[in-house]
C-alpha cells in the first residue's frame, strides 16, 4: 500500500525555520525522484523542490538559498529543511513521489501524494 505522510508544520514567525519529514512507504523508494510542493489559499500548488534518484536538487527560485531538500532512502524518508521563513510561504506543503520505472519527477496530477501539513508564517 502506497502511503506518504508529512509531519513538521505549524506555526512561526519570520525569520524562523521549519523542517518537514515525510515518512514515504512505497516500493523501490530510492529509484523514484521526490519533491515537495505546496499550495497556498487561491492558488495552484507549486513546486518547491525536488530531489532525484542520484541526490540531484532543484528548487523554485522564491525559495533558492533558504530551502533544503534531502532524503534517507534507508529510512525511507524525505526531509525539508526551510530557514529565514517568509509569510509568503505559508501554505499546505505536500511531499511527493514519481514513478520507479522512468524516475520522472511527480507533478501535479502525477505520482503518488500525502495529505500535507500546514505551514503559516507569521510577520
Known amino acids: 500500500q502506497v502511503q506518504l505522510v508529512e509531519s513538521g508544520g505549524g506555526q512561526v514567525q519570520a525569520g524562523g525555520s521549519l523542517r518537514l519529514s515525510c515518512a514515504v512507504s512505497i516500493l523501490r523508494t530510492s529509484s523514484r525522484c521526490m519533491g515537495w510542493f505546496r499550495q497556498a489559499p487561491g492558488k495552484e500548488r507549486e513546486v518547491v523542490a525536488e530531489i532525484d534518484r542520484t541526490g540531484k536538487t532543484r528548487y523554485a527560485d522564491s525559495v533558492k538559498g533558504r530551502f533544503t531538500i534531502s532524503r534517507d532512502n534507508a529510512k525511507e524518508y524525505l526531509y525539508l529543511q526551510m530557514n529565514s521563513l517568509k509569510p509568503e510561504d505559508t501554505a499546505m506543503y505536500y511531499c511527493?513521489?514519481?514513478?520507479?520505472?522512468?524516475?520522472?519527477?511527480?507533478?501535479?496530477?502525477?505520482?503518488?501524494w500525502g495529505q500535507g501539513t500546514q505551514v503559516t508564517v507569521s510577520s
Open positions: 511527493a513521489a514519481g514513478n520507479w520505472y522512468d524516475s520522472i519527477c511527480p507533478r501535479v496530477g502525477t505520482g503518488y
